[in-house]
């Protein structure tokens, strides 16, 4: 039984090393002595349940929560429910409710974090990360660029306008930015991938599904996003084929974009 807990963990620290950003390419043997198999436990987050309440004054959470594998993780604010962040496989959410490092000083209003989707996690409590955080420069680094992505992808939802092409192009171009400074995208063709229902682009974008619907026609029709017969709307993911192209839709005030309104 002790050689089938050590494997486990073993097999979860390559996963760890192979699949997250902050554990990605670090030595496992070093890795080993600080993630031990009361720390490594793979747990199954459920969609749509809430995970827990980020910013409740004075309180913070016990632990990061590492994404593995699947998933989609959101954050939502109250009271418009809107989606303000969207986490991946290869990431991690939670960093802005440890008690620190920058989790003292970032706070915000009580926002609900939840899995959209089935998701695949680690949670290692915070004694174990804040001993990575003293003990790694590489760690530390990566550990501050997740809190400089988060304040980024903000950022860009700031610039969803009422305008839908330019509120949809925001969104898209947040998501492109923070997954390719985490390393997860674009893949081998270059095409940027995204797990992401139509009802989360309007809860991020403020816009109803209808016109998010719309939009998305547009840019497939232009080319922005890839048409190949495999493309359907109604699916989940969505591929982007010309990310450059975005920035002329996310920089576009009203009128500017000649596919909107379609006929």
Not at 86 to 114: D, H, K, M, N
Not at 143 to 151: P, S, V
Request: charged share 20%; aromatic share 10%.
């Amino acid at each position: 039984m002790a050689k089938s807990s050590q494997k486990t963990e073993l097999n979860l620290i390559k996963r760890l090393i192979e699949q997250n950003f902050l554990f990605r390419a670090m030595e496992e043997s070093w890795l080993s002595q600080y993630l031990s198999p009361s720390v490594l436990k793979e747990e199954k987050l459920f969609s749509n349940r809430p995970i827990y309440t980020a910013f409740r004054p004075h309180e913070f959470i016990d632990g990061l929560y590492v994404i593995l594998d699947e998933g989609l993780v959101i954050a939502r604010s109250a009271p418009l429910d809107r989606i303000i962040s969207i986490t991946y496989p290869g990431s991690c959410f939670g960093i802005r409710s440890l008690p620190f490092s920058f989790g003292l000083a970032v706070q915000g209003f009580p926002s609900l974090v939840e899995a959209y989707k089935t998701t695949h996690i680690i949670k290692i409590p915070v004694a174990t990360i804040q001993t990575l955080y003293e003990e790694s420069e590489l760690f530390r680094q990566r550990y501050h660029l997740l809190f400089e992505l988060r304040q980024k992808f903000q950022y860009h939802l700031l610039n969803c306008s009422t305008y839908p092409p330019q509120a949809v192009a925001s969104l898209l171009r947040a998501l492109i930015y923070q997954e390719r400074e985490l390393g997860n995208q674009p893949n081998a063709k270059g095409i940027y991938e995204f797990d992401l229902p139509i009802d989360v682009i309007s809860r991020a974008c403020q816009l109803n599904q209808r016109t998010v619907e719309q939009v998305l026609k547009g840019m497939q029709k232009v080319g922005l996003l890839t048409t190949s017969k495999n493309t359907d709307l109604s699916a989940d993911l969505l591929s982007i084929a010309d990310p450059e192209g975005l920035k002329e839709v996310y920089s576009a005030t009203r009128d500017k974009v000649s596919w909107w309104p379609l006929r």
